[in-house]
């Protein structure tokens, strides 16, 4: 069964750090783009970051450029999302969700096969 599982959300305080991971399991890590999503109360989910499979390709959304970075460990099958200088607008839940079909289309509705359970991370002030 294909699973993604998200790990590492929590509270934070504002101008903190938290590392999320998502291990990927049931199909051939490579052979998928990973991306992270997020949702809050009342917002519309929005696309935060994409790793390309084997190349290594990665997306940032313009809003948390410059603060959050994705890195994958394929040997681990896991992809990591480093979040720094949290903000209170980073509230919310993160998915990662995996798709065959790269990143270039990462910011369509649609994209995304397979999705993780979702971890919350709460920015405190």
């Known amino acids: 069964e294909v699973q993604l599982v998200e790990s590492g959300g929590g509270l934070v305080q504002a101008g903190g750090s938290l590392r999320l991971s998502c291990a990927v399991s049931?199909?051939?890590?490579?052979?998928?783009?990973i991306g992270w999503f997020r949702q809050a109360p009342g917002k519309e989910r929005e696309g935060v970051s994409c790793?390309?499979?084997?190349?290594?390709?990665?997306f940032v959304a313009d809003s948390v450029e410059g603060r959050f970075t994705i890195s994958s460990d394929n040997a681990k099958n896991t992809v990591n999302l480093q979040m720094n200088s949290l903000e209170l607008e980073d509230t919310a839940v993160y998915y990662c969700?995996?798709?065959?079909?790269?990143?270039?289309?990462?910011?369509?509705?649609?994209?995304?096969?397979?999705w993780g359970q979702g971890a919350q991370v709460t920015v405190s002030s």
């Open positions: 969700a995996a798709d065959p079909y790269g990143c270039n289309f990462f910011t369509l509705s649609n994209w995304g096969d397979y």
């Open positions: 049931g199909v051939t890590f490579d052979d998928y783009a």
């Open positions: 790793i390309a499979g084997s190349d290594g390709r990665t």
